[in-house]
């Protein structure tokens, strides 16, 4: 079993840029692909982006591509979310998830095993 714990979020203003991370303890990241996901208050989840196990292919969210960009680094057991040129519909608890059944990559929440606390992103207009 995987324990995930993001950090980074904050409050930033509209264009600025923030980077999240994911850090995982218990077992290594490298056998999981792993996801990034966001809750808006009285919204659902959604998908923002994944990464396969090796890193060798992402998946974006229409909406963040292009100015979003996932990384790992399976030695340090993070994974990253660089966004940029934020906007204030990025404003959300961003999550990330770990994925342990495929090796590559899903949008569907319902794939993924294991969850963050999650970590609060804020954009101002």
Do not use: H
Not at 60 to 85: C, H, P, W
Not at 94 to 104: L, M, P, S, T
């Amino acid at each position: 079993q995987v324990q995930l714990v993001e950090s980074g979020g904050g409050l930033v203003q509209a264009g600025d840029s923030l980077r999240l991370s994911c850090t995982a303890s218990g077992r290594t990241i490298s056998s999981y692909a792993m996801g990034w996901f966001r809750q808006a208050p009285g919204k659902e989840r959604e998908f923002v982006v994944a990464v396969s196990r090796s890193g060798g292919s992402t998946y974006y969210a229409d909406s963040v591509k292009g100015r979003f960009t996932i990384s790992r680094d399976n030695a340090e057991s993070t994974v990253y979310l660089q966004m940029n040129s934020l906007k204030p519909e990025d404003t959300a608890v961003y999550y990330c998830a770990a994925d342990q059944r495929r090796i590559g990559v899903s949008s569907s929440q319902y794939t993924y095993d294991y969850w963050g606390q999650g970590t609060q992103v804020t954009v101002s207009s």
